[in-house]
């Protein structure tokens, strides 16, 4: 079945780096964009960005640029989000997600189940 | 960029009841809002897409409805399972994606 699955929780230092992984399967991974979405702890959803995965062009909302760069293995299916200069308010839950059923243009209808990344010395 | 708001932020019902959320966008986004059901610990989940449309698989007791600048979410007969937080999500060609700051659904 058409699924993504992130790598485990992290717990990292300030200044730190952290790289996230989400592994695509059941659907051809080229063909639909991924997105990442972030959530830190008993807050909303914030959309990161996307990246096109045919392309590897990366696109970055606002205030998530410079430390944060997403990224590709196609031949793997799975595309990254690193996160260098970490800080405290970079902890919460990193989703990525995905489009693959065109009549449900612009929404995301596949998650991956989350990494949560902790930043603390 | 386009502002998304929602409300209530959180609404106290009970099983059985009707329940209204509504969600505005800062201008006009068309049709292109979708809205998400989350659990704690879980990832979202769509359950409606282009403002009104029912994902495969989503019960027919939620149902979408808006355009323009105003959406609504309604669950006619609010289940034990409904209890979470809702999120609407809205495109544009401009900002791209902006979820709204959700709507907490809990038990009265």
């Known amino acids: 079945q058409v699924q993504l699955v992130q790598s485990g929780s992290e717990l990292k230092k300030p200044g730190a780096s952290v790289k996230v992984s989400c592994k695509a399967s059941?659907?051809?991974?080229?063909?639909?964009?991924m997105n990442w979405v972030r959530q830190a702890p008993g807050q909303g959803l914030e959309w990161m960005g996307w990246?096109?995965?045919?392309?590897?062009?990366?696109t970055y909302a606002q205030g998530f640029t410079g430390r944060f760069v997403f990224s590709l293995d196609t031949s793997v299916s799975t595309a990254y989000l690193q996160i260098s200069s970490l800080k405290a308010e970079d902890t919460a839950v990193y989703y990525c997600?995905?489009?693959?059923?065109?009549?449900?243009?612009?929404?995301?209808?596949?998650w991956g189940q989350g990494t949560m990344v902790t930043v603390s010395s | 960029d386009i502002q998304m708001t929602q409300s209530p932020s959180t609404l106290s019902a009970s099983v059985g009841d009707r329940v209204t959320i509504t969600c505005r966008a800062s201008?006009?986004?068309?049709?292109?809002l979708a809205w998400y059901q989350q659990k704690p610990g879980k990832a979202p989940k769509l359950l409606i897409y282009?403002?009104?449309s029912l994902e495969s698989g989503v019960p027919s007791r939620f149902s979408g409805s808006g355009s323009g600048t105003e959406f609504t979410l309604t669950i006619s007969s609010l289940q034990p399972d409904d209890f979470a937080t809702y999120y609407c999500?809205?495109?544009?060609?401009?900002?791209?994606?902006?979820f709204g700051p959700g709507t907490k659904v809990d038990i009265k």
């Open positions: 201008q006009s986004i068309s049709s292109w």
């Open positions: 999500q809205q495109y544009n060609s401009y900002s791209l994606f902006t």
């Open positions: 990246i096109n995965t045919n392309t590897g062009n990366p």
């Open positions: 059941g659907y051809t991974f080229t063909s639909y964009a």
């Open positions: 282009k403002a009104s």
């Open positions: 997600a995905t489009n693959v059923v065109p009549a449900a243009l612009y929404a995301f209808d596949i």
